[in-house]
């Protein structure tokens, strides 16, 4: 009994207390969200339109190398190139917040280090920029290439996916903070994931026995789904039930570990 209350309260907080957190201290994540916002665009001429433009300018530039240089249409198929970056925005996304979360409790130390702060704002802070970011050039980029319908669906597909992430930047946190070593490695682990991942190849291309053994990188799990949701593509039913699965086996102890390290954050910085 004791075990299953403390199964169901990792799960209760690990979800309900950052977003309570969020809500409780709204105008403070607001007047976090427009500094940064701030020290992003600030002596730049075009101000806030550059979060917006840089992903707009690496899907152009993906077209241009992969749809014109290297003319991944007539090589691959006709819908490599729609594939492709299909995948990729939702990967720039993901790994963008992750590659944050290793150093979010250095990034943010002036905020807490003498005054009091709510810590538990900080996961949610540093993913309402790039899901608001990525969630429009996504949703224009499919309006685009598939059409409204696809454009709509893909609306969802960032919040989802940083749903998905939450309780590994709750982990990746405290372990970017308590170990630095984990922080140099990570975005060359996230490198090698990508690309043993369906983002810059199709999975039928991939030789017999690896398909049969790529259910076992949640990731390529993540863009069955993401295909399935904006393209249509096959969606087995096991590909959801994995990923809720690795979800809720990772939320317990990353919420646990995390609100236990609270108190000792301020000591190590």
Same mark, same amino acid.
């Given at each position: 009994m004791n075990n299953s209350s403390s199964i169901f309260s990792g799960l209760f907080g690990g979800v309900y207390m950052p977003f309570r957190a969020c809500v409780k201290h709204a105008s403070l994540l607001n007047m976090l969200v427009? @500094? !940064?916002?701030?020290?992003? *665009?600030? +002596? *730049?001429?075009?101000?806030?339109?550059?979060?917006?433009?840089?992903?707009?300018?690496?899907?152009? +530039?993906?077209?241009?190398?992969?749809?014109?240089?290297? +003319?991944?249409?007539?090589? @691959?198929?006709?819908?490599?190139?729609?594939?492709?970056?299909?995948? #990729?925005?939702?990967?720039?996304?993901?790994? !963008?917040?992750?590659?944050?979360?290793? +150093? #979010?409790?250095?990034?943010?130390s002036a905020l807490y280090r003498r005054t009091p702060f709510p810590i538990e704002i900080l996961p949610i802070l540093i993913m309402i920029i790039p899901g608001f970011v990525y969630t429009i050039i996504y949703g224009l980029l499919c309006l685009f290439i598939f059409g409204p319908a696809a454009a709509v669906n893909s609306l969802i597909v960032m919040p989802l996916l940083l749903l998905w992430l939450l309780p590994f930047v709750l982990l990746f946190s405290i372990l970017g903070l308590f170990i630095r070593d984990f922080a140099q490695a990570l975005p060359f682990f996230l490198t090698l994931i990508m690309y043993s991942t369906p983002i810059l190849f199709l999975p039928e291309m991939l030789p017999a026995w690896y398909q049969e053994w790529l259910w076992l990188n949640p990731l390529a799990d993540v863009m069955t789904a993401v295909h399935a949701l904006v393209q249509g593509m096959p969606f087995n039913p096991l590909t959801a039930v994995r990923l809720l699965a690795l979800w809720f086996v990772l939320l317990v102890p990353s919420w646990l570990l995390f609100r236990r390290s609270m108190p000792h954050i301020r000591e190590v910085l």
């Open positions: 427009k @500094r !940064e916002i701030i020290v992003r *665009t600030s +002596g *730049t001429l075009l101000g806030k339109l550059w979060p917006l433009l840089q992903p707009a300018l690496q899907v152009a +530039g993906f077209w241009f190398l992969f749809g014109i240089v290297y +003319g991944m249409r007539q090589d @691959r198929g006709p819908g490599f190139l729609e594939f492709f970056l299909v995948g #990729m925005l939702p990967w720039l996304c993901l790994s !963008e917040v992750l590659n944050r979360s290793v +150093g #979010m409790f250095r990034e943010f």
